[in-house]
């Protein structure tokens, strides 16, 4: 298993009453410490946003990982949500479960080693920025 997981992952979640959430995760793993940020749409009806930025930070030990990914600012009714889930062999997947703290909500997620790299999707976020 390739030990680092340090890149661009293409993820998905789902949520109650939401459906599938699409998501780009962009990871750096430093000797199984994961950081890194998140950007994704928001589908809940009447978000007052239409993207949602987050911070990634937690850590791997072999196939399980588990980070906490905190809004950025908080998201539309809450701020922090856990992921717990495994690597595949090949270190192209990781799989698991969300769910946010002291509340019932939680769901299934899958997130998918990207083809680009960082600076590509860094580069591709510019862009799509309206001028300002």
């Known amino acids: 298993m390739n030990d680092n997981l340090t890149g661009v992952w293409d993820g998905t979640y ?3 009453q939401v459906g599938i959430v699409t998501f780009v995760a962009t990871l750096i793993d430093s000797g199984g ?3 890194g940020d998140v950007t994704e749409p928001c589908k ?5 946003l239409s993207t949602h930025n987050a911070s990634i930070a937690g850590h791997r030990s072999g ?3 588990s ?11 809450y701020s922090t949500v856990s992921y717990e889930g495994s690597v595949n062999a090949d270190a192209t997947e990781i799989d698991g479960r969300w769910r946010v ?3 019932a909500l939680s769901g299934t997620f899958l997130m998918v080693r990207s083809t680009k790299t ?5 580069t591709e ?3 799509k920025e309206p001028a300002g």
Do not use: D, N
């Open 63 to 65: 196939r399980a990982v």
């Open 33 to 35: 410490a994961l950081a």
């Open 118 to 122: 960082a600076q590509s999707v860094v």
């Open 14 to 16: 789902l949520q109650p």
């Open 101 to 103: 703290p002291g509340i």
């Open 125 to 127: 976020e510019r862009i």
């Open 44 to 48: 809940t009806p009447g978000c007052p």
């Open 67 to 77: 980070f906490f990914k905190r809004y950025e600012p908080p998201g539309y009714g």
